[in-house]
């Protein structure tokens, strides 16, 4: 099956940290960069992370640099997110995605639920 599948998400305090998990399967996953996106209740969805097919670029949205680390293990087909520091703000549904031609839009999975609350 084509898919990408995210894991790891739940509730923690501010100031904790998860580690949200992608596993991808049936694509080709070293020739992709992968992206994690979130979305909020009532907002738009935003990139927060993005990994080039080798791991070897990284970006941040500026609201998570240097709180969230993005890292892949193309061995392994996967891709994590590891969230530090977390916020109320942090609050979403994350998901991860990669731009496959044929799919329109990419290939998303069925996203995570992170809640940040004391």
């Known amino acids: 099956q084509v898919q990408l599948v995210e894991s790891g998400g739940g509730l923690v305090q501010p100031g904790g940290s998860l580690r949200l998990s992608c596993a991808a399967s049936g694509f080709t996953f070293s020739r992709y960069t992968m992206n994690w996106y979130r979305q909020a209740p009532g907002k738009e969805r935003e990139l927060v992370a993005t990994i080039t097919s080798t791991g070897g670029s990284t970006n941040y949205a500026d609201s998570v640099k240097g709180r969230f680390t993005i890292s892949r293990d193309n061995a392994k087909y996967t891709v994590t997110l590891q969230m530090n520091s977390l916020k109320p703000e942090d609050t979403a549904v994350y998901y991860c995605?990669?731009?496959?031609?044929?799919?329109?839009?990419?290939?998303w999975g069925q996203g995570t639920q992170v809640t940040v609350s004391s």
């Open positions: 995605k990669a731009p496959i031609v044929g799919y329109r839009g990419g290939l």
